[in-house]
Nanobody, 125 residues
Framework: QVQLVESGGGLVQAGDSLRLVCAAS????????AGWFRQPPGKYREFVAA?????????DYTDSVKGRFTISRDFAKNTVYLQMNNLKPEDTGVYYC?????????????????WGQGTQVTVSS
């Protein structure tokens, strides 16, 4: 069983930075694909970034965050990070960390087996 706990969200101004942290319990998480998703107000949950287990290669980012967000993981700490720079108001939403046993369809929420409770990110203009 894997449990995920996100932290690091908050209220910031446009152009600021935040680093989200996803702390995982369960040794098996190191082999899981890890993803970050977000749910803007009144919208569906959407893919943000994903990183593979094992070697830790980054899989992909959604186009709107490329060049601004960086996903990474620390296997020793069983933790996944999302560094968010140059934040924009459209980045506002609840950010979720997720873990998937397989990496196929990593952009799809249904591919993930475990989810955190989410952390709120609000970017003011």
């Amino acid at each position: 069983q894997v449990q995920l706990v996100e932290s690091g969200g908050g209220l910031v101004q446009a152009g600021d930075s935040l680093r989200l942290v996803c702390a995982a319990s369960g040794r098996s998480f190191s082999s899981y694909t890890a993803g970050w998703f977000r749910q803007p107000p009144g919208k569906y949950r959407e893919f943000v970034a994903a990183i593979i287990g094992g070697g830790g290669a980054v899989l992909d980012y959604t186009d709107s965050v490329k060049g601004r967000f960086t996903i990474s993981r620390d296997f020793a700490k069983n933790t996944v990070y999302l560094q968010m720079n140059n934040l924009k108001p459209e980045d506002t939403g609840v950010y979720y960390c997720a873990g998937a046993k397989l990496y196929y369809n990593y952009r799809r929420a249904f591919s993930y087996d475990y989810w955190g409770q989410g952390t709120q990110v609000t970017v003011s203009s």
